[in-house]
Structures are given as C-alpha cells and as structure tokens.
C-alpha cells in the first residue's frame, strides 16, 4: 500500500510538472525546486531520481523534446543530489543556499553545452562569454522561478507536516 506520504510528494511534482507547460515567464518553472524537494523528502532514492526525471519527460513529450535533453536531466540528477543532502541539512537558510547552488549549477552546466554543442557562438573563449552574457536575463527569472517554487513546495509541505501528522516521515528505526 502506498503511503499518503508518497502520495501528497508524487502529486506535488506532477503538479509542478504540469506548472511547466502552463504559460509562464521565460525559465520561471518549477522543475529545478522539485528536483531539489524530490531529493530532500522522498525516503527511496530511486524515487528521489526517478519521480521528476519521470515529470520532465512527461511534461517534455508535451512540450517537444530537444537536443538538450541528456544535459538538461543530467543537471536535474545532480540536483536531486544536492536535495538528499538537505535531508541532513534541514532549515531556511540550507534550503535557500542549496536553491541557489541549484540555479547557478543549471545555469554554469546547461549554458556551457549550448556552446560546446550548438552553432549559435563561436568556439572560441569570446563565443563562451558572448553565450553565458546572451543568457543572464534568462539566469534571473531561473533564480526567482526557483526560490518562488522552493518556498512553495518546502514551505508548503512543512506546514501540511504540521497539519496531517500521517505525511511525517518515520522515524528510522535502530538496528
């Protein structure tokens, strides 16, 4: 039987992957917060990996898939991982700090392989530069997109704790 538990994070993430193809803001979506939120509450890490990579496919088969794809979801992988970190690291300002290294990561990573692998720029240092500069405006509405849904989806399932008892995690049990 599942866990209401499993049911309320696995609907949160849909919800969010539904929220990317809803009209919004140029890289305001939720993906990177779930990706994070994933990692920091799913007990089961194949779930923690396995439920947003799932939500971006799915919202992806609506959207149009893209060359980009195997970078976008590697990112969104490391993500997941710096969310298992924050299972350890619980609070504001770890859940801010790890939102922020989220955005700068994707950002750093996703912009560097447009780049490498596109002919947009030139492959040069200057085309490097002319290509992180090209996407700064695009950086800003990624940051607020994920510090906007990280309040959302941490804040919001933190006060859903504190509503319904049965959505806490179980204690782990001593061995």
């Known amino acids: 039987m599942v866990s209401p538990r499993i049911l309320v994070l696995v609907a949160a ?6 929220a990317r193809i809803l ?19 799913f007990a089961s890490k194949r779930l923690a990996f396995a439920v947003p990579l799932c939500a971006m496919l799915l919202s992806d088969a609506i959207l ?7 970078v976008v979801y ?8 710096i969310g298992l970190w924050l299972r ?8 801010v700090m790890a939102s922020l290294a989220s955005s700068l990561f994707f950002f750093g990573v996703t912009n560097f392989a447009v780049w490498a692998f596109g002919t947009l720029y030139p492959p040069t240092l200057a085309g490097l530069a ?3 500069v090209a996407a700064i405006p695009f950086f800003q509405n ?3 997109g994920d510090l906007f849904y990280v309040t959302v989806l941490f804040g919001g399932f933190a006060l859903a704790e504190r509503r319904w008892p049965i959505l806490r995690e179980a204690p782990a049990t001593a061995a």
């Open 74 to 81: 590697g990112c969104f992988a490391v993500i997941v991982t």
């Open 23 to 41: 009209p919004h803001p140029p890289n305001f979506t939720p993906i990177e917060a779930l990706a994070l939120f994933a990692g920091a509450h």
């Open 130 to 132: 002319a290509c992180y």
């Open 88 to 95: 350890a690291h619980r609070g504001t300002l770890p859940v």
């Open 64 to 70: 149009g898939f893209h060359r980009g794809m195997f």
């Open 142 to 144: 990624t940051v607020m």
């Open 13 to 18: 993430i849909l919800a969010g992957a539904l």
